[in-house]
């Protein structure tokens, strides 16, 4: 798996975004940039690591606000919300969607 440069020259990768999401989350993910993101995001999908994506997803929009994500979406914010919980499955549709948003601002 190669790894994600980041700001501050730090080295990233799906599994070690894992380990972060359990120790500080927020630290991580305020300084992500969104291309960093959906670099990641995109790994995960690559592998067909679906638990990583949504914990990589659901610590990133922890630091960030989900009504203005949600809007940008064109979704509610309970939508966002539950395409992150435990026992949520995001559509194609809407991870695209939030795809684009990051997008917009990558």
Same mark, same amino acid.
């Given at each position: 798996m190669t790894k994600k440069t980041i700001s501050g020259g730090q080295?990233?990768?799906?599994?070690?975004? &894992?380990e972060l999401t359990?120790?500080?989350?927020?630290?991580?993910? #305020?300084? @992500?940039?969104?291309?960093d993101?959906?670099? #990641?995001? @995109?790994?995960?999908?690559?592998?067909?690591?679906?638990? &990583?994506?949504?914990?990589i997803l659901e610590a990133y929009l922890s630091v960030h606000n989900k009504v203005e994500i949600a809007a940008q979406m064109g979704v509610s914010r309970s939508t966002l919300y539950? @395409?992150? &919980?435990?026992?949520?499955n995001p559509t194609i549709e809407n991870v695209i969607k939030l795809y684009q948003v990051v997008k917009k601002v990558a």
């Open positions: 080295k990233l990768s799906k599994k070690n975004i &894992s359990e120790i500080k989350p927020r630290d991580h993910f #305020v300084k @992500m940039k969104p291309r993101l959906l670099n #990641v995001l @995109m790994e995960c999908i690559d592998e067909g690591d679906y638990e &990583s994506f949504k914990e539950n @395409m992150v &919980s435990k026992d949520g």
